[in-house]
């Protein structure tokens, strides 16, 4: 696993294009490792482009670490100061509004936490994280026909990643992942009649007319 003291002095001292490409392989040997993942987008959103110099993003990097402790810990007041904070250095900083779309999305507020979510992509479409968001976010407001477009944008560049791969299969079938399961479908509020309705939605939504149709038949026939 790769630490960020390694990955750090590597930032303040060499060039990174070659680190880069190796994980990219690292990414693919490794799905579950979200070190190599975060990593991946930082260089291509702040680092390689040149925006930042190592130790601001250093810096930039702990303080949302600091804001995402705090709203774990339901200091949100707190949490969003540390953020204003991080994007008065570096207005553009994607995963200060990942933070806060996480925000948003916990307490419910799923437009708003999609609009964050398609900033950070924006600043940084390398950043895997907020196309899963972007997704998630589509299927609690019951409509993904936005996702496509972002999701076709980040296959461009990362065309084996495995969780975007993932998140296309799911569109495709109009299904979710189990992090999903208590967010659209709590046992008080959600029938299964309800659930296969929304997959329903997604299938039409998404172009998979004859796979609908066939779902439709399965539907009545219950």
């Given at each position: 696993m790769?630490?960020?003291a390694e990955y750090n002095a590597r930032l303040c001292n060499k060039d990174l294009q070659e680190y880069f490409q190796?994980?990219?392989l690292k990414r693919l040997e490794r799905?579950?490792?979200?070190s190599v993942k975060d990593v991946i987008a930082e260089l291509q959103g702040v680092v390689l482009p040149g925006h930042l110099n190592g130790k601001t993003v250093i810096e930039l990097r702990e303080q949302n670490k600091i804001a995402e402790d705090l709203a774990q810990q339901g200091k949100i007041k707190e949490s969003i100061?540390?953020?204003q904070q991080i994007l008065t250095v570096y207005s553009e900083h994607y995963f200060a509004f990942y933070t806060f779309g996480v925000i948003a999305f916990e307490q419910g507020n799923y437009t708003e936490a999609l609009d964050c979510f398609k900033q950070a992509f924006e600043y940084n479409p390398f950043f895997t994280d907020a196309i899963?968001?972007?997704f998630d976010c589509s299927v609690c407001t019951g409509s993904t026909s936005d996702v496509s477009e972002f999701l076709s944008k980040a296959l461009t560049l990362q065309p084996n990643?495995?969780?975007?791969l993932e998140t296309k299969r799911h569109l495709e079938n109009g299904t979710y992942p189990e992090r999903l399961a208590k967010y659209i479908n709590p046992p008080e509020k959600e029938s299964d009649l309800k659930q296969?309705?929304?997959k329903l939605k997604n299938m039409l939504e998404n172009g998979n007319s004859s796979e609908a149709l066939e779902k439709l038949k399965v539907l009545t026939c219950k």
């Open positions: 790769i630490t960020f190796h994980l990219l799905p579950q490792d979200d100061a540390v953020l899963l968001r972007i990643d495995p969780e975007l296969e309705l929304l």
